[in-house]
C-alpha cells in the first residue's frame, strides 16, 4: 500500500489550533477540495504532499517560504539551488530588464526557463506530464463591506486579537525580537504584544547615532517598557561585512534567482547573533507589511480621477514599480512588461475605484510585497532563526479587504486607530510620539516632489542624480557603503536608482565583491 509522503515547512493553523503533517495529508487526498481547504489555512508555511495518484505543492497567502519545481526532473523543492544551479540573466535579455528595473522577476518564472515557483495564495498539481498552478487566494476589496467607524474598529480588534494570540502561541516560551522603526507598522506589533501581556521581548534598531529612525524607536520602546538594542552602522563596516563569503553566500539565498536579496538589517542581524546579544532560538516579529493592507499604495488617481481606464493602470504599476533602470524607456522592453502586466491582472474592468485600486493592489501584493517585502524574513533564517508576519496574517488582511475605500486612504485611519492603541498603553507624556512617523515626508517636501514630476525628463535626471548622491552619502542606514565608488558614479550617470545600482551589481556578482 502507498504512503503519502509529507514535507512541511512553517507552521499553519486552522480553527485556532497548528494543523499536524499527517492532518494536512489527511485533508488534501482528494483533488475536488484543495482550494476551499488552503482557503482556511492561516499562519505561515510551504509544503509537498506525494499521493500516490498526484503530487501537491502550496504556500500560503504571502508566499513566506517559496517552493519552486523543476520541469525536466519533475522534482518540487523549498530552495531555487537544490534543484539548478545559480544562473543569472545577460545583459540586454527582458529577463534583466524586468530585474534591474523592478529587483524582482514577475509571475511564476525564475532566472532559469524550465524551473518555476509557486506564487502568493497558489498551490501546484501534477500529475503524470500535467502541470497545474492554481490560485486558493487573491487580495481583493469588496465594496459591499461597508460598516460604521465604531463596528470597524471592534472588528479590526478582534482581528488583532486572534492573529497576536497566534503569534505568541507560536513563539511559546521563546524570546520574541521585533525590529522598531519609526514607522506604525512596527509600534503596531509591540503595542499588542503589550496589550496582550508579553513580557519576553526585545526590541532593536539600527542605522546611524542620532537618526530619526532610531531616536524615535527608542522612545516607543521606553514607553511600552520593553528593551531596546541599537546596532550601528557605517560606511566602513558595510564595506568590510558585504565583501566576506558570508555575505555572497546569503546573497544566493535570500535571492533564490527570483528577488533582490533584503539588505537593510542583515549586517544588525549579524551583529546581534555574533555578539550573542539575543538567544538562538530567538523569533523575529517584523511589521510587515500593515501599512500595505490598510491602504499605503492605493494610487492618488483612485480618488481624483473620473476616467480610470486600464491603460492608466498599467503605465500606474509601471510607473511605481519599473524605475530602478532606464532600461524601462526601451520600446520593445515597456511593451512586453505592458504585456505582462495586463494578462496577470485579476479583473479586466478597471473603470471604478474599486476595481482599479484593486486591480493595482493585487498586482502589488503577489509581486513586490510577496517576493520583495516578505521575503526579507530570509535574512532570519540565514542566521538560524524563526520569524513570524502577524500583520501578513488570515484574519487581519481580510479585515482590510472589507473596510471601505475612504477610509483606507493613505492609511490615514490605520494610523489612527494605531496611535489610539498606543495611548491607551502608555503614559500621557509619551501620547506625542505615537502620532509620529519618522518615515513621513514633510509640506515643503511635498510641495516640491509634485513640482518634479511635472518638470521635463532630462531636468528630473539631472536633480534626482544629485539627491542620490547626497543621500547615499548620508543615508540613516549608510547603505552607500554597499556600493564601490566607480561603480556608483558610472551607475547614478546612466539614470538608476539605488535599487538599481544594487540589482545590476547583484548580477554581474560584484555587489559587495571583493
Given at each position: 500500500?502507498?504512503?503519502?509522503?509529507?514535507?512541511?515547512?512553517?507552521?499553519?493553523?486552522?480553527?485556532?489550533?497548528?494543523?499536524?503533517?499527517?492532518?494536512?495529508?489527511?485533508?488534501?487526498?482528494?483533488?475536488?477540495?484543495?482550494?476551499?481547504?488552503?482557503?482556511?489555512?492561516?499562519?505561515?508555511?510551504?509544503?509537498?504532499?506525494?499521493?500516490?495518484?498526484?503530487?501537491?505543492?502550496?504556500?500560503?497567502?504571502?508566499?513566506?517560504?517559496?517552493?519552486?519545481?523543476?520541469?525536466?526532473?519533475?522534482?518540487?523543492?523549498?530552495?531555487?539551488?537544490?534543484?539548478?544551479?545559480?544562473?543569472?540573466?545577460?545583459?540586454?535579455?527582458?529577463?534583466?530588464?524586468?530585474?534591474?528595473?523592478?529587483?524582482?522577476?514577475?509571475?511564476?518564472?525564475?532566472?532559469?526557463?524550465?524551473?518555476?515557483?509557486?506564487?502568493?495564495?497558489?498551490?501546484?498539481?501534477?500529475?503524470?506530464?500535467?502541470?497545474?498552478?492554481?490560485?486558493?487566494?487573491?487580495?481583493?476589496?469588496?465594496?459591499?463591506?461597508?460598516?460604521?467607524?465604531?463596528?470597524?474598529?471592534?472588528?479590526?480588534?478582534?482581528?488583532?486579537?486572534?492573529?497576536?494570540?497566534?503569534?505568541?502561541?507560536?513563539?511559546?516560551?521563546?524570546?520574541?525580537?521585533?525590529?522598531?522603526?519609526?514607522?506604525?507598522?512596527?509600534r503596531l506589533v509591540l503595542s499588542m504584544l503589550k496589550?496582550?501581556?508579553?513580557?519576553?521581548?526585545?526590541?532593536?534598531?539600527?542605522?546611524?547615532?542620532?537618526?530619526?529612525?532610531?531616536?524615535?524607536?527608542?522612545?516607543?520602546?521606553?514607553?511600552?517598557?520593553?528593551?531596546?538594542?541599537?546596532?550601528?552602522?557605517?560606511?566602513?563596516?558595510?564595506?568590510?561585512?558585504?565583501?566576506?563569503?558570508?555575505?555572497?553566500?546569503?546573497?544566493?539565498?535570500?535571492?533564490?534567482?527570483?528577488?533582490?536579496?533584503?539588505?537593510?538589517?542583515?549586517?544588525?542581524?549579524?551583529?546581534?547573533?555574533?555578539?550573542?546579544?539575543?538567544?538562538?532560538?530567538?523569533?523575529?516579529?517584523?511589521?510587515?507589511?500593515?501599512?500595505?493592507?490598510?491602504?499605503?499604495?492605493?494610487?492618488?488617481?483612485?480618488?481624483?480621477?473620473?476616467?480610470?481606464?486600464?491603460?492608466?493602470?498599467?503605465?500606474?504599476?509601471?510607473?511605481?514599480?519599473?524605475?530602478?533602470?532606464?532600461?524601462?524607456?526601451?520600446?520593445?522592453?515597456?511593451?512586453?512588461?505592458?504585456?505582462?502586466?495586463?494578462?496577470?491582472?485579476?479583473?479586466?474592468?478597471?473603470?471604478?475605484?474599486?476595481?482599479?485600486?484593486?486591480?493595482?493592489?493585487?498586482?502589488?501584493?503577489?509581486?513586490?510585497?510577496?517576493?520583495?517585502?516578505?521575503?526579507?524574513?530570509?535574512?532570519?533564517?540565514?542566521?538560524?532563526?524563526?520569524?513570524?508576519?502577524?500583520?501578513?496574517?488570515?484574519?487581519?488582511?481580510?479585515?482590510?479587504?472589507?473596510?471601505?475605500?475612504?477610509?483606507?486612504?493613505?492609511?490615514?485611519?490605520?494610523?489612527?486607530?494605531?496611535?489610539?492603541?498606543?495611548?491607551?498603553?502608555?503614559?500621557?507624556?509619551?501620547?506625542?510620539?505615537?502620532?509620529?512617523?519618522?518615515?513621513?515626508?514633510?509640506?515643503?517636501?511635498?510641495?516640491?516632489?509634485?513640482?518634479?514630476?511635472?518638470?521635463?525628463?532630462?531636468?528630473?535626471?539631472?536633480?534626482?542624480?544629485?539627491?542620490?548622491?547626497?543621500?547615499?552619502?548620508?543615508?540613516?542606514?549608510?547603505?552607500?557603503?554597499?556600493?564601490?565608488?566607480?561603480?556608483?558614479?558610472?551607475?547614478?550617470?546612466?539614470?538608476?536608482?539605488?535599487?538599481?545600482?544594487?540589482?545590476?551589481?547583484f548580477l554581474s556578482d560584484s555587489w559587495g565583491a571583493?
Amino acid at each position: 500500500m502507498f504512503e503519502p509522503k509529507i514535507v512541511l515547512r512553517g507552521k499553519p493553523y486552522l480553527n485556532g489550533a497548528p494543523v499536524a503533517e499527517k492532518d494536512l495529508v489527511a485533508m488534501f487526498c482528494r483533488k475536488d477540495n484543495i482550494k476551499a481547504l488552503l482557503a482556511e489555512l492561516s499562519g505561515f508555511f510551504a509544503f509537498h504532499i506525494k499521493y500516490e495518484k498526484y503530487s501537491l505543492a502550496a504556500v500560503d497567502r504571502i508566499r513566506s517560504l517559496p517552493v519552486f519545481y523543476e520541469v525536466a526532473e519533475k522534482t518540487v523543492d523549498f530552495a531555487f539551488y537544490n534543484l539548478h544551479k545559480n544562473s543569472k540573466p545577460k545583459p540586454g535579455t527582458s529577463l534583466y530588464n524586468e530585474f534591474v528595473t523592478s529587483g524582482f522577476v514577475a509571475g511564476n518564472r525564475t532566472f532559469v526557463p524550465n524551473v518555476y515557483q509557486v506564487e502568493a495564495g497558489q498551490f501546484l498539481i501534477y500529475e503524470n506530464e500535467n502541470l497545474k498552478f492554481e490560485n486558493y487566494y487573491s487580495l481583493w476589496h469588496r465594496k459591499d463591506g461597508y460598516f460604521d467607524q465604531e463596528t470597524l474598529e471592534t472588528m479590526l480588534h478582534g482581528a488583532l486579537q486572534v492573529t497576536f494570540e497566534r503569534l505568541l502561541d507560536y513563539a511559546g516560551q521563546r524570546k520574541i525580537i521585533v525590529p522598531l522603526s519609526g514607522g506604525f507598522d512596527s509600534r503596531l506589533v509591540l503595542s499588542m504584544l503589550k496589550k496582550l501581556g508579553a513580557t519576553n521581548v526585545t526590541c532593536f534598531s539600527y542605522g546611524l547615532k542620532k537618526s530619526a529612525e532610531a531616536n524615535l524607536s527608542s522612545v516607543i520602546a521606553e514607553s511600552l517598557g520593553y528593551d531596546w538594542i541599537f546596532v550601528e552602522y557605517s560606511n566602513e563596516e558595510w564595506r568590510k561585512k558585504w565583501s566576506t563569503l558570508e555575505a555572497q553566500e546569503y546573497q544566493h539565498f535570500a535571492s533564490n534567482n527570483v528577488s533582490l536579496p533584503h539588505v537593510q538589517d542583515w549586517l544588525a542581524v549579524k551583529k546581534l547573533k555574533d555578539n550573542n546579544q539575543i538567544p538562538e532560538d530567538a523569533v523575529f516579529v517584523p511589521g510587515h507589511s500593515g501599512d500595505f493592507v490598510a491602504g499605503s499604495h492605493i494610487p492618488s488617481s483612485v480618488f481624483n480621477d473620473s476616467d480610470l481606464t486600464t491603460e492608466k493602470l498599467i503605465d500606474k504599476i509601471i510607473e511605481d514599480h519599473y524605475k530602478n533602470s532606464p532600461e524601462i524607456r526601451d520600446k520593445n522592453f515597456l511593451e512586453f512588461i505592458q504585456k505582462e502586466i495586463r494578462n496577470a491582472l485579476i479583473s479586466s474592468t478597471c473603470d471604478n475605484p474599486e476595481s482599479f485600486s484593486s486591480n493595482y493592489e493585487n498586482w502589488d501584493w503577489k509581486e513586490r510585497q510577496a517576493k520583495y517585502i516578505a521575503n526579507s524574513v530570509k535574512v532570519y533564517e540565514f542566521f538560524g532563526y524563526n520569524w513570524w508576519m502577524p500583520l501578513w496574517d488570515k484574519e487581519f488582511v481580510e479585515f482590510w479587504e472589507n473596510v471601505p475605500l475612504p477610509l483606507r486612504r493613505g492609511r490615514l485611519w490605520y494610523n489612527y486607530n494605531v496611535s489610539k492603541l498606543y495611548a491607551e498603553l502608555t503614559d500621557s507624556k509619551y501620547h506625542s510620539f505615537g502620532q509620529q512617523n519618522a518615515g513621513d515626508i514633510s509640506v515643503g517636501r511635498e510641495f516640491l516632489k509634485r513640482g518634479y514630476h511635472k518638470l521635463p525628463l532630462c531636468i528630473k535626471d539631472y536633480l534626482y542624480k544629485r539627491k542620490l548622491y547626497k543621500e547615499l552619502k548620508t543615508h540613516h542606514l549608510a547603505l552607500g557603503g554597499l556600493i564601490d565608488l566607480n561603480q556608483l558614479h558610472k551607475r547614478i550617470r546612466r539614470g538608476n536608482n539605488i535599487i538599481g545600482i544594487y540589482s545590476e551589481s547583484f548580477l554581474s556578482d560584484s555587489w559587495g565583491a571583493d
